[in-house]
């Protein structure tokens, strides 16, 4: 008999880790897997698109649980998700990344005693204010199976108490997608069509979503102040979230900041492939501009993937407009440093989840 996994997804950053993961275990008869769409994300910009151009199937169920207040969310999804779990009785449920999807996905699959099985377990800002920081430590507290991106997220699980040989290094997902789409991006007319004028011209991409960032207008004002100098030297691209959009309403900004409407994976790869430079407070664009050799700068002042700095070409830039001007100025200024891929991060993530799967579901003495 195969063993049923139901695997959540529910907003954009987790639909390039979903993909890959689906199609390593999806071919094996020895797992039966239904997809949760929790609809976290609904707009197609932010969803359908990303279905289609990374190859996922319809959802087996879809819980429209939609925007509201982090608690309206996360309870939402969990008074929609528990029927599906009753009903299908699944082996394991497996959730993704750190979004209020994936807290509610374990919690209601563990009230019930499924196992949950965590990808990209282990990553910590030690930021408390950050809603992922809570929604990674509240899944980690309760996961039997931890699949880690970087050894930071071993090292830290560890710390806290989970069973190393419940730890699993699988490398990064959401690279996996990268390297099966890059050629396909990088071949497509994204420059000309959305760089309007600028196809020989160097250009900058920015994305912004974080409420820390976006949500205080004072705040916001002071990274728009830092984009309008960069912008001044290196014309910037903003695919703009939805939340952002609306707390950009009356404030200004220059000329050479150009916002977009949020893109699809495609055109986003694409871009960030040939940009000089992204600005942005988002967790898996750390990782792809780390892989894609793009110098990043994460308007944050903290980040849960410390290898993207250590290894990769990703710079803590804070969120003031002398520190971010400053980070800019440096990366200008100085060298490039001598940049590595992280270990794992090979595109064959997908198969090691298969590998580690396989053994945990053909092994279940060792499980608790
Ligand atoms: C969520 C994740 C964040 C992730 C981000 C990627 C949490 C706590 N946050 O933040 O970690 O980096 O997704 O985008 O889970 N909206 C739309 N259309 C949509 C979805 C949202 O218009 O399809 C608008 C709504 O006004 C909504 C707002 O965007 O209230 C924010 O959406 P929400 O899902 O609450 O959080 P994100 O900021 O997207």
């Known amino acids: 008999m195969s063993v049923k996994l139901l695997v959540i997804a529910g907003a954009r950053p987790n639909f390039m880790k979903v993909a890959p993961l689906w199609a390593a275990l999806s071919p094996d008869p020895q797992f039966l897997l239904k997809l949760v769409h929790t609809g976290q994300h609904y707009d197609y910009a932010m969803s359908g698109q990303f279905f289609e ?28 998700l528990e029927p599906v779990l009753i009903a299908e009785k699944p082996a394991a449920i497996v959730v993704v990344g750190d979004v209020n999807s994936t807290l509610a996905g374990a919690l209601a699959a563990k009230k019930l005693g499924i196992d949950v099985i965590h990808v990209e377990a282990g990553l910590r800002s030690l930021d408390r204010s950050m809603p992922e920081e809570i929604n990674r430590l509240a899944t980690d507290a ?18 806290e108490g989970a069973p190393p040989e419940r730890i699993h ?46 949500d205080h207008e004072g705040q916001l004002a002071q990274i728009l102040m830092a984009l309008d100098e960069i912008s001044q030297e290196v014309p910037l691209y903003w695919p703009v979230h939805p939340r952002t959009r609306a707390k950009l309403q009356g404030l200004t900004y220059s000329k050479e900041i150009h916002l977009l409407e949020p893109l699809g994976y495609l055109d986003f790869l694409s871009l960030q492939a040939q940009s000089t430079v992204v600005l942005t407070d988002s967790g898996g664009i750390q990782e792809e501009t780390t892989v894609l050799g793009v110098p990043c700068l994460t308007i944050r002042e903290n980040t849960e993937r410390p290898v993207t700095i250590e290894c990769g070409t990703n710079r803590l830039a804070g969120t003031t407009r002398s520190s971010i001007l400053k980070a800019w100025r440096e990366l200008r200024d100085e060298p490039q440093k001598e940049r590595k891929i992280p270990p794992f991060w090979d595109g064959k993530a997908g198969e090691r989840c298969h590998a580690v799967l396989s053994q945990y579901f053909l092994t279940p003495v060792e499980r608790g």
């Open 169 to 214: 290094m699988v490398g990064n997902l959401m690279i996996d997608s990268l390297h099966g789409h890059l050629k396909q991006a990088l071949q497509s007319d994204a420059r000309s069509r959305l760089i309007q004028g600028e196809a020989e011209r160097q250009f900058g991409l920015i994305t912004l979503h974080r409420p820390a960032n976006v």
């Open 142 to 159: 309760i996961s039997d199976l931890f699949l880690v991106t970087e050894e930071s997220g071993r090292y830290n699980l560890l710390r």
């Open 53 to 80: 151009e990374l190859g996922l199937p319809q959802p087996d169920y879809h819980l429209e649980a939609g925007s509201g207040s982090h608690a309206q969310q996360t309870a939402e999804i969990l008074k929609r």
